[in-house]
């Protein structure tokens, strides 16, 4: 079983990305799915997570801006980042329980520039 994550990259203040995480392996149960970041000299934060049943949560630092969504295909989650400040940078990593397990995927690099 693993999380693997795409869609970061450069981007001016003021833009947007959109992250993709997908699991794939033996999939029994995936609960909540989430996104993490973290930034130079700086703790991992949460940025946003999603539960099977839809519901999310988010930091307040991206509320009105981020939005987290699962896909049709429930091992699939998104982040939709609108509206980035240079302080969103970060590497961002998905996370999800599965399988009655924790699971994080490997990061990808947002930078903002500004």
């Known amino acids: 079983v693993q999380l693997q994550a795409s869609g970061g990259g450069l981007v001016q203040a003021g833009g947007s990305l959109r992250l993709s995480c997908a699991a794939s392996?033996?999939?029994?149960?995936?609960?909540?799915m989430g996104w993490y970041r973290q930034a130079p000299g700086k703790q991992r934060e949460l940025v946003a997570t999603?539960?099977?049943?839809?519901?999310?949560n988010y930091a307040d630092s991206v509320k009105g801006r981020f939005t987290i969504s699962r896909g049709n295909v429930q091992n699939t989650v998104y982040l939709q980042m609108n509206s980035l400040k240079p302080e969103d940078t970060a590497v961002y990593y998905c996370?999800?329980?599965?399988?009655?397990?924790?699971?994080w995927g490997q990061g990808t690099q947002v930078t903002v520039s500004s």
């Open positions: 996370k999800a329980n599965m399988n009655w397990a924790e699971y």
């Open positions: 392996g033996s999939i029994f149960s995936i609960n909540v």
């Open positions: 999603i539960t099977s049943g839809g519901s999310t």
